[in-house]
């Protein structure tokens, strides 16, 4: 991924990852970590996401500078949407709501 990397350019995975990090409600403490994330993945993927899949996702969009990673505890790691990608996740919506015209009524 380079550094203008926009949703798109993401895989399937990566885009319900992002997603599911900057949705995903924290089992303890103030952030997410690693399986709240894989729990959010499974609900919003239409198939179901192994963790391993999902975890390696959570590393390339950190790669990336997508999300930030950092330790919890001794076991858990925390996830958040960095900056960066809050933009991305930002750029898209922005996409889907040109694409969509801006009517998201389901009618009269």
Known sequence: MSDATMYHDLSATERDTLLAAA???PSAGD???KADVFKQANQIAEWTVSRPTIY????????AGLLRVSPIDD???????SPTGVH???DAAERLQKAAGDDYSEGD
Not at 56 to 63: E, F, H, N, T, V
Not at 75 to 81: D, I, L, Q
């Open 31 to 33: 952030r997410p970590n």
């Open 56 to 63: 390696m996702a959570i590393d390339r969009l950190a790669d």
């Open 75 to 81: 076991r858990a790691k925390g996830v958040t949407v």
């Open 88 to 90: 991305v996740l930002h």
């Open 23 to 25: 949705t995903a409600t």
